[in-house]
């Protein structure tokens, strides 16, 4: 599994350089009233990857957290019941004779 991750990293580091210098042109942008100097194009276009990357990691840890409390929460829940069906177990059954 680990010659695959390698792999796929190669991949993609290799994409990226050949984006990278097939996109030199210089841009300059201009967002609310604020402009920079002039870029390289690869520049913006791989700080909103990774905006969008971090966004994404964000928002993962936020649903973790909510799964990982409800895990817990079944977990506390699963013990209770098993006691109970322990405890039933161990009622002794009464004959009517």
Do not use: C
Request: hydrophobic residues 50%; aromatic residues 8%; glycine residues 6%.
């Amino acid at each position: 599994m680990n010659w695959i991750n390698v792999l796929v990293l190669l991949v993609l580091t290799s994409f990226a350089t050949m984006f990278a210098l097939s996109n030199m042109i210089p841009v300059q942008i201009a967002v609310a009233g604020l402009t920079s100097d002039h870029l390289p194009l690869y520049i913006p276009i791989f700080g909103a990857f990774l905006l969008g990357f971090l966004g994404g990691m964000v928002s993962l840890s936020f649903s973790r957290r909510k799964h990982k409390q409800e895990i817990s929460d079944l977990h506390k829940e699963n013990e209770l019941l098993n006691q109970e069906v322990e405890n039933l177990h161990n009622i002794p059954l009464q004959d009517d004779v």
